[in-house]
Nanobody
Framework: QVQLVETGGGAVQAGDSLTLSCAAS????????MGWFRQPTGKERKLVAK????????YYTDSVKGRFTISRDSAKNTVYLEMNSLKPDDTAVYYC????????????WGQGTQVTVSS
């Protein structure tokens, strides 16, 4: 079973930066995809960014392109989400998620970390 632990959330001002970390453990992560999702209060959880563990290919939702960067450190089994130029609309609980080999869904989730951006 995969365990995911997010850290790095907090309360910041608009325009500030934060970097979230997701420490993964429990199995090899080759052929996996790691993702960051977010869920604002009262709204559904949506994908923000994802990265292919093996070749590093990335995807971003339009609202964060050019501001957020997802990356992974294979030696540390850690995925990062660097968030720059934060906006109040980025306020949400951010979740790390894992999609394993041969899976088409994200099956493993972290506990979430709160990011609050004030204007």
């Amino acid at each position: 079973q995969v365990q995911l632990v997010e850290t790095g959330g907090g309360a910041v001002q608009a325009g500030d930066s934060l970097t979230l970390s997701c420490a993964a453990s429990g199995r090899p992560f080759t052929r996996s995809v790691m993702g960051w999702f977010r869920q604002p209060t009262g709204k559904e959880r949506k994908l923000v960014a994802k990265i292919d563990w093996d070749d590093g290919r990335t995807y971003y939702t339009d609202s964060v392109k050019g501001r957020f960067t997802i990356s992974r450190d294979s030696a540390k089994n850690t995925v990062y989400l660097e968030m720059n130029s934060l906006k109040p609309d980025d306020t949400a609980v951010y979740y790390c998620a894992h999609s394993g080999a041969s899976s088409t869904t994200f099956d493993d989730w972290g506990q979430g970390t709160q990011v609050t951006v004030s204007s």
